[in-house]
């Protein structure tokens, strides 16, 4: 594993422009992309970006960047591409307009969360045509992504990760060479594993402490200090409360995907997962409860309500 300072140092490909990234296209402005150009326009580059939704595009737009009208005109003004993507489908369209603009040593920063093997389809489509296609997923919700507070595990080409260190470090805190591509998607699944497993029992443990008389907020200050405290107990456990999970940072809808492919993976390497698997049954209630727009801290209001009758502690 090669950090920023301890990165591979491989014969340079020729077909990579030395020159200094000065302009980044945006193929995707949802919560994650749109937070990430915030971010890189704040650390001044010159962002261009599509998104075919009207509110993405207005926020885009406010957030002092140059939105585009089609992806075509994004990929032909700029000088490195980040693909912020929903679904395998979006990922297919999105590699036939970069056929379609070929311009060889152009770098694609693909930032999804998605199959492997429809990466690795995009991939070799464009190195056919000279495009680099890094796998790039990001650690963090899309209130760490606006503050910078992502991990990226980037994998593929690693001259051309080097060459982006000051992009990844214009919207992230870190970002590690991960190696051959795919490897990437691979520690993303086993991040969003831990993920899964510690927002179920962040809700749990919230939901314990609220039964005994201690409000959400004293919990989440106290535990996390100790040894029980993970990132998703200090980031999500404050929506906990309140109903905060009404503002999404990772939609429950979306998420399913994140935890269908982790089942997958699951299954592709024989490996045991009683606690994730476990977790799964949470998630599919959250759905029937109508939490498919909530954020994944909904699943406080899950257990919350696979209790009928409120618990009485006596002291």
């Not at 009683?274 to 909904?298: C, K, M, Q, R, W």
Request: glycine content about 8%; some cysteine; hydrophobic content about 45%.
């Amino acid at each position: 594993m090669k950090t920023q300072s301890k990165v591979n140092h491989k014969k340079k490909n020729k077909s990579i422009s030395p020159k200094k990234i000065q302009t980044i296209g945006f193929l995707g402005l949802g919560i994650m992309g749109s937070a990430m150009a915030f971010n890189l326009i704040q650390a001044g580059f010159k962002v261009y970006g599509y998104d075919p939704s009207k509110v993405s595009a207005k926020q885009f737009k406010k957030s002092g960047g140059v939105f585009c009208n089609s992806a075509d005109e994004v990929v032909q003004a700029v000088d490195v591409i980040i693909m912020s993507l929903p679904t395998p489908a979006a990922l297919r369209v999105s590699t036939e307009v970069l056929l379609k603009n070929a311009r060889p040593g152009l770098v694609i920063i693909e930032t999804s969360t998605l199959d492997i093997k429809d990466k690795e389809l995009a991939r070799d489509a464009l190195q056919k045509v000279g495009i680099h296609l890094l796998d790039c997923p990001l650690s963090g919700t899309g209130a760490q992504a606006r503050n910078k507070d992502l991990t990226v595990y980037a994998s593929g080409q690693s001259q051309a990760i080097k060459r982006l260190a000051p992009v990844f470090a214009g919207f992230s805190k870190a970002h590690f060479d991960l190696g051959q591509f795919g490897n990437g998607m691979k520690m993303k699944l086993m991040a969003n594993l831990l993920v899964a497993i510690h927002n179920v029992s962040t809700a749990e443990a919230l939901l314990l402490g609220e039964r005994f008389g201690i409000p959400i907020n004293t919990a989440v200050k106290v535990l996390s200090d100790g040894a029980g405290g993970s990132r998703m107990l200090q980031v999500r456990g404050p929506m906990m409360q309140k109903e905060g999970w009404l503002e999404a940072t990772m939609k429950i809808d979306v998420w399913q995907k994140d935890m269908k492919l982790i089942g997958q993976a699951l299954v592709d390497t024989n490996s045991p997962a009683p606690l994730f698997n476990s977790t799964v049954a949470i998630y599919n209630a959250a759905i029937g409860l109508g939490h498919g727009e909530s954020d994944t801290a909904a699943v406080y209001d899950v257990l919350k309500r696979m209790s009928s009758k409120p618990l009485k502690i006596k002291h």
